[in-house]
């Protein structure tokens, strides 16, 4: 089993996406299922980054540019690859419950007037999230059984959010506990890359999700 990591240049358009699910897809035909590990869309986590700081001091335009932007660019993605029209109703779906999550995040903080550690990193995975929702029925209209899977359910981290790093010795129980049995029915898990930033810098935290799993696989 190996452990394919998409940095955000692979979905950044329908062209892209096609690509990736591809290369997916072929891994998947010769009887080695992947695990995919999805980055946000390019400028999306940059996006709402802005909006958390922003809303903490009353920037409801920046929020509004990143609501927008989250979903316009998913949804335009969605409307060109996923044509069941069950499956591009329930991502629809999926994606409102997170913008309505960002939302009650970015009131949360306009009214207090700040923004935490916490809150910064819950908005931030927001990105990983919707690209992960996306890939993973774009996945299954080509014929590829596939499962969103987020990150926190497989990462036990400590609580210094914003730099949190990983029980690896929980992790990895937990991993071969919900991953492997999906990975042995033929099942390819699309993880999110992102939530809390593991490692200091978020610019690695992909990598360090990648590293976790190919430890245990």
């Not at 923004?115 to 029925?137: C, K, N, P, Q, T």
């Not at 939530?195 to 430890?215: E, F, H």
């Amino acid at each position: 089993m190996r452990v394919v990591k998409f940095g955000a240049i692979a979905f950044a358009d329908v062209t892209r996406m096609r690509e990736s699910v591809r290369i997916v897809r072929e891994l998947h035909r010769t009887n080695d299922t992947p695990a995919v590990v999805c980055s946000a869309l390019p400028g999306i986590t940059d996006a709402l980054l802005r909006a958390a700081r922003a809303s903490a001091h009353g920037g409801e335009q920046e929020t509004d540019v990143a609501r927008r932007e989250l979903w316009n660019r998913h949804r335009q993605i969605a409307e060109k690859m996923v044509t069941d029209d069950w499956e591009r109703e329930m991502l629809f779906q999926k994606l409102s419950e997170l913008l309505k999550h960002l939302d009650r995040m970015t009131r949360a903080m306009s009214t207090l007037g700040e923004y935490s550690a916490r809150g910064i990193d819950s908005i931030a995975s927001l990105g990983e999230r919707f690209s992960a929702h996306l890939v993973a029925v774009v996945l299954r209209q080509s014929g590829v059984p596939a499962q969103m899977i987020d990150a926190t359910d497989l990462i036990i981290t400590d609580d210094h959010f914003g730099s949190a790093r990983p029980y690896f010795e929980d992790t990895t129980a937990r991993i071969r506990e919900r991953l492997l049995p999906t990975m042995q029915a033929g099942i390819v898990p699309v993880i999110t890359g992102i939530r809390r930033p593991w490692w200091v810098q978020r610019s690695r935290s992909t990598k360090s999700v990648c590293g976790l799993m190919s430890m245990v696989f």
